[in-house]
């Protein structure tokens, strides 16, 4: 360093100083304290969460009354402030809403398990308007919805139908990495999650109970995961995809509120106009559901085969599935419309109508405008391999020529191929248009039945004795062969 260097240090060496401290206290201004856009301007510490209560102790406080302005402001401060990721509900309180709650990209809405979001009573909004939703029309990204109950305060809305759209809980369209988990969602009108041409949705350990169509509902979607979730259904299904594919649907348990409004199924697969080829159901419990306890179906125009194939139905539990009295496409997996279906693995007990089953509704799905469900093509295959399936009843329905193990309605064009499964105590017989020369008729000896652990006891034949290919790579109980039953 020169002279010159040295005396411009010398004659500045004030200002810089005066310049440094402005910076530090500025910079730690910033660090610790920013303005928020209420009223009062309390200061929120930069930490990456704001906090909302009711009780003051939080950044934005609500009132119990149009409280979706407060979380709106707070939802929109975090996305404009990039230090920011979270917005928290402080529990115990009930926000109540009046309108919509918008979220950004990049955002964690999150509450206390003691918050409660809830609609308001009479709200009056239109079909289509949802609780939760995006903030921007063209889509969001990277948003997760955790922790917190939302009560679609069902009863003090009744002037909506069930089903139509109205007070979906969350729902988004053309969005992308999605979760939603551990959330408690209870008695509304509509959808519990709805996403429309999204990808990456993540749907877990949440508690669904009582809604008005389904839990979690994807329609054209990639990439979708739903596991550890608890669902008792009303309306609709617990879990379903619509022209989606790459899913996995697994660890669920699934029942039915048993009243005459519930409806379909425990889980449900359909299939119009897009590709669902790549879909597994794996370790689910299914059990009381008023409708079947899987629906699985593909219609519309003819499609080629690898547009519905591979769909892989292994290792769940279902047992008195299909209560419903007034349809008759109740059972246990009830299919039609998809290639090389995989049915393994699974355990069936006091199924209603048949266990597994080719059939359709004959009218329509239960919508103000019916939809012709039959499949166009044919060639349509379903294999059914290292099941146990006991004590199958007659529907309630129209009961005559049910009871079966199997039943295929459509011989024309749907082929059953059984392999290695167990059959017994069926009230009317093991098959209805199928046959097989592998399965094993013989009490499979549980290990209690009627507190529903079906393990196998020592001695059951159905040890060692499934049907192995290189795809069913899992070791028997006895360590050698794969048992049949869903545990191996």
């Not at 509900?89 to 809403?97: A, E, Q």
């Not at 419309?337 to 009218?363: K, Q, R």
């Amino acid at each position: 360093m020169n002279e010159k260097h040295f005396r411009y240090l010398r004659q500045n060496r004030k200002k810089i100083g005066v310049s440094i401290v402005v910076l530090v206290f500025l910079t730690a201004l910033g660090v610790f304290f920013l303005y928020t856009t209420q009223s009062d301007y309390s200061l929120i510490p930069l930490n990456k969460t704001v906090y909302i209560a009711c009780d003051g102790s939080g950044n934005f406080t609500c009132d119990g009354s149009d409280d979706q302005v407060e979380i709106n402001k707070a939802l929109e401060y975090v996305a404009k402030n990039r230090h920011y990721s979270t917005v928290h509900l402080k529990g115990p309180h009930i926000y109540v809403i009046s309108d919509s709650i918008l979220i950004g990209s990049n955002t964690v809405l999150e509450g206390d398990s003691t918050a409660v979001i809830k609609l308001k009573d009479k709200a009056g909004w239109p079909a289509g308007k949802p609780i939760i939703t995006q903030m921007d029309s063209a889509g969001i990204q990277g948003v997760t919805i955790k922790g917190f109950e939302i009560n679609g305060n069902h009863d003090q809305n009744e002037d909506k139908k069930k089903g139509e759209g109205y007070y979906n809980m969350i729902s988004f369209l053309d969005s992308k990495n999605i979760q939603v988990h551990n959330m408690y969602m209870h008695d509304g009108h509509g959808d519990g999650l709805k996403v429309e041409r999204g990808s990456n949705i993540q749907f877990y350990n949440n508690t669904v109970y009582k809604l008005g169509h389904d839990g979690f509902y994807a329609i054209d979607c990639q990439n979708i995961e739903a596991w550890n979730n608890t669902i008792t259904c009303r309306t609709n299904s617990g879990l379903r995809i619509w022209n989606s594919n790459y899913v996995k649907f697994h660890d669920n348990v699934i029942d039915s509120f048993y009243h005459w409004s519930a409806g379909g199924p425990g889980l449900l697969i359909e299939k119009s106009t897009r590709i669902v080829n790549c879909v597994e159901v794996y370790n689910n419990t299914i059990h009381n559901t008023y409708g079947p306890g899987i629906w699985l179906i593909g219609y519309g125009e003819p499609y080629p085969e690898e547009e519905a194939q591979n769909v892989h139905i292994h290792h769940n539990t279902f047992y008195s599935t299909g209560t419903n009295p007034s349809i008759d496409w109740v059972g246990g997996i009830v299919t039609s419309g998809f290639y090389d279906t995989l049915i393994e693995n699974n355990v069936f007990d006091s199924i209603y109508h048949a266990a597994i089953l080719n059939t359709y509704p004959s009218a329509s799905t239960g919508t103000s405008d019916p939809v012709d469900l039959s499949p166009q093509g044919t060639g349509y295959t379903t294999i059914i391999r290292n099941n146990i399936i006991v004590n199958t009843r007659k529907r309630t329905k129209d009961p005559d020529g049910t009871g079966y193990a199997t039943i295929n309605y459509f011989p024309e064009t749907h082929t059953f191929v059984l392999q290695n499964n167990c059959l017994y105590n069926n009230s009317a017989g093991d098959y209805r248009n199928a046959s097989s020369s592998t399965d094993i008729y013989a009490d499979p000896l549980f290990v209690d039945q009627k507190k529903h652990d079906y393990h196998l006891k020592p001695g059951s034949l159905c040890i060692g004795a499934g049907y192995t290919t290189s795809t069913s790579s899992i070791a028997g109980e006895n360590g050698s062969q794969i048992n049949i039953g869903r545990y191996c």
